[in-house]
């Protein structure tokens, strides 16, 4: 069974979100309740889970800006990593990524952050504001 993940709500009054960061690949088995992304709005920045385990499928590019509510990624459970019992505990088999895997995301979002502070020392140059009152 497919299962869509859709954008929630970050406040009443937001319309749309901006992907932050995927912290899962293409492809890759998620378990349920899973973190798989970050999106961001002007108020807040919210995470979203995986409903149920399976195969993520992306539909959504790292920084493009969706509507609340569009899906950004669907779930094959069909594709459900299977389960082991050790000790009476099920306990979900997955491959893990390495370190060396993670490091292109984090040095994405170290750019990103990066890239945010320099605009937010513009805008307060631009509007003569004593440093760091914007951020």
Do not use: H
Not at 3 to 22: A, D, F
Not at 105 to 129: F, G
Request: charge should be neutral; include cysteine; glycine fraction near 6%.
């Amino acid at each position: 069974m497919i299962v869509e993940i859709k954008v929630p709500s970050p406040g009443e009054s937001i319309t749309e979100v901006e992907i932050g960061s995927w912290l899962v690949a293409d492809g890759a088995l998620v378990t349920k309740n899973q973190e798989i992304a970050e999106v961001e709005s002007d108020k807040a920045t919210l995470t979203i889970m995986a409903s149920e385990a399976g195969k993520i499928k992306i539909k959504a590019e790292e920084g493009s800006t969706i509507a609340v509510g569009s899906v950004v990624c669907t779930i094959d459970t069909s594709a459900a990593p299977k389960q082991t019992y050790a000790e009476g505990q099920p306990q979900i088999v997955e491959d893990q990524p390495t370190k060396e895997e993670k490091k292109p995301v984090q040095e994405k979002m170290k750019a990103k952050n990066l890239k945010r502070k320099l605009n937010y020392q513009k805008l307060e140059r631009k509007l003569k504001l004593p440093p760091n009152l914007v951020m």
